[in-house]
């Protein structure tokens, strides 16, 4: 009688922790899905307006043609300063290296 107690509870347990985390995923993923069609705003900068974000407290830098906040990432940077060169301005060659342009004009690879 015991055993069957036992297995009965742990059953229940069991049915009620694969249930719930499901439902509450699934309400969270409809709220943030139904809420990022009516709030969606569309952030559109210029470069003027990146360009003042040029110094190590307030680092911005353009990477094939989106914005990156990278305050934050300024002092773990493995090559240091690096980051600062183009700070507030296009990073394009300096993350892809200059190689990345001349992708242009390969005509094949070896």
């Known amino acids: 009688m015991f055993i069957i107690v036992m ?7 069991l049915a009620i922790s694969i249930l719930i985390p499901r439902t509450r995923k ?17 952030n559109v900068y210029t470069a003027a307006e990146v360009s003042v974000h040029n110094k190590r407290t307030d680092c911005w830098i353009i990477i094939k043609d989106r914005i990156y906040d990278v ?22 060659e300096g993350f892809f290296g200059y ?11 070896v």
């Open 26 to 42: 699934s309400a969270i993923a409809n709220a943030a899905h139904t809420g990022s069609k009516a709030h969606k705003v569309s």
């Open 99 to 109: 190689s990345f342009y001349l992708n242009g004009y390969c005509l094949e690879r």
């Open 7 to 13: 297995s009965l509870f742990i059953a229940a347990a």
């Open 71 to 92: 305050t934050s990432y300024v002092e773990e940077h493995p090559g240091g300063d690096a980051i600062l060169t183009h700070a507030g301005d296009d990073s394009t």
